[in-house]
């Protein structure tokens, strides 16, 4: 039985079948309407959350299964003080596999721990998100065609978004990446991203403050809201909160074949005005998110492949 804590627990030859396999599932959706007949997802939601809730609730019923869960620690008997470890093996009576959130880093190892089925991260506090970091995969390698050889903007809130830390454990693992990573100096990257990853593998990165000196040279721009819910002290939170907002004019620095993702909600970082540029892209990524949440569940439920 395997799990989906981390990008890292998929080598990067099953990431790039998992890839296909999603894209195989975009461009047949009939084909797989019921590979999982009979199949049961539980989504254990301790957090907020709109996509990769019902992006999950969507792929499995897209697939023929059915789903169950909570969409609140409230709505849980969470409220009465259960543990993480006491829930999963609850619900691993219910179901055949559960996507979960929750609040503290590490969470979602726990609950692996106890569990009988496989459990997928969907998200641990501050740490780490790994379908999010599958969508923006099938994202970029859908519009640029590759995973490797480009430079990647990360902007804005590095130090609490666990997609980033994600998708630059993820990204390393491919030639030729070069990151500039675009912060404030209170949120920047934590010291476990830029020293045990991008110095451990090499990589090339700098880390500025300017988004509009950064833009010309970027192949993909990936935006990232301040995540007030991390933050300890609501002063510090109005005071960084619009430290970046990409608008028209900032798009115009950009180069015509530069893709802008954001894993969304978006606050104000991007300005609506910039939706109907051809090169934002994160709507596209909420499709995909869908179709890569598809191809997980299969892939962990060891499903076959239909003909
Ligand atoms: N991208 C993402 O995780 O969105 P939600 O918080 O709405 O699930």
Redesign the pocket.
Known sequence: MRHMLNPLDFSVEEIDRLLSLASDIEHNLPKYAHVCDGKKLATLFYE??????LSFESAMLSLGGSVLGFSSADSSSAAKGESVSDTIRTISCYADIAAM?HPKEGSALVASQASSIPVIN??DGGHQ?PT?TLTDLMTIRSLNGKLNNMTIGLCGDLKFGR?VHSLINAMVRYPDIRFVLIAPDELRIPSYIREDVLKANKVEFKEVNNLDEAMPELDILYMTRVQKERFFNEEDYIRLKDCYILDKKKMKLARENMYVLH???RVNEISTEVDSDPRAAYFKQVQY?VYVRMALIMTLLEVEKPC
Do not use: C, E, K, N
Request: no cysteine; hydrophobic share 10%.
């Open positions: 907020p959350s709109t996509r990769t809730r959130r969907a998200g998100h999010q997609t894993p969304l909600p998110g």
